[in-house]
């Protein structure tokens, strides 16, 4: 049983330019989550799927940012125009629905914006 | 204020000694969970134990225990017998509104636990 995938691990950036992410959640899931941690913080929430809907976003997520999960499996987080307060590790996970409802993250994209 | 709040931001323990890092939570919802997850150097979150609102018994996994005391609103988290691998830093995390569907995660600031040989 694989665990949640993120792509690219790192990228670096100019100011202004936009940039995608990736995460492959585990199989079988079918709820997926978008948070954002910078350095020396716990994670935030930016938003969450399930299957293909987008049911929940923060007001942490500007209109330069964009996420989809468009067939209900993989989803990409989009960032226009960045900007070097978006340098940050973006973190992705999934679940299914348990008793216990813990998420299960992937390892991460660290974005440097220059 | 805080939802969630860890007061020590670093921790250094003797090898094989327990260790209990504190964790306090704001709610006004009657069903909640509270999760523990371990963030070593390379950056994935790593799920330890969750503990839910009305569950009688305090959560255990293995060395991880969780110490509920709902009247206070706190929910530490005690590794008992640390080793060497213990050594991350170490967020609590709350999820409000179970009953409502609420899917969201709120975390801390963490502690660095630092395991001494």
């Known amino acids: 049983d694989t665990g949640v995938s993120q792509n690219p691990r790192h990228k670096i950036t100019k100011r202004g330019q936009n940039v995608t992410f990736r995460c492959d959640p585990i199989?079988?899931?079918?709820?997926l989550y978008w948070y954002r941690q910078t350095l020396g913080q716990g994670p935030e929430f930016l938003t969450y799927?399930?299957?293909?809907?987008?049911?929940?976003k923060s007001r942490l997520l500007s209109d330069r940012f964009s996420a989809e999960r468009p067939k209900g499996s993989f989803s990409t987080l989009e960032i226009q125009r960045t900007e070097q307060g978006d340098s940050a590790m973006y973190l992705c996970?999934?679940?299914?629905?348990?008793?216990?409802?813990?998420?299960?993250f992937g390892p991460g994209t660290r974005l440097t914006v220059t | 204020a805080q939802k969630i709040t860890q007061t020590q931001p670093g921790m250094f323990v003797q090898e094989k000694e327990a260790v209990t890092l504190d964790c306090t939570y704001d709610?006004?919802?009657?069903?909640?969970?509270l999760f523990w997850y371990k963030q070593p150097s390379s950056g994935e979150m790593i799920f330890l134990i969750y503990?839910?609102?009305?569950?009688?018994q305090n959560a255990t996994e293995g060395r991880y225990s969780l110490n509920f005391q709902k009247a206070r609103k706190s929910a530490n988290l005690v590794i008992s017998a640390s080793q060497l691998g213990d050594s991350a830093m170490y967020f609590c995390?709350?999820?409000?509104?179970?009953?409502?569907?609420?899917?969201?995660?709120?975390f801390g600031t963490g502690t660095r636990l630092t395991i001494i040989p």
């Open positions: 996970a999934s679940s299914i629905r348990q008793q216990t409802y813990e998420q299960y």
């Open positions: 199989s079988e899931h079918n709820r």
């Open positions: 799927f399930q299957n293909e809907a987008q049911l929940e």
């Open positions: 709610t006004s919802d009657q069903s909640y969970g």
């Open positions: 503990q839910g609102s009305y569950d009688e």
């Open positions: 995390a709350m999820r409000e509104g179970l009953n409502f569907g609420n899917e969201k995660l709120t």
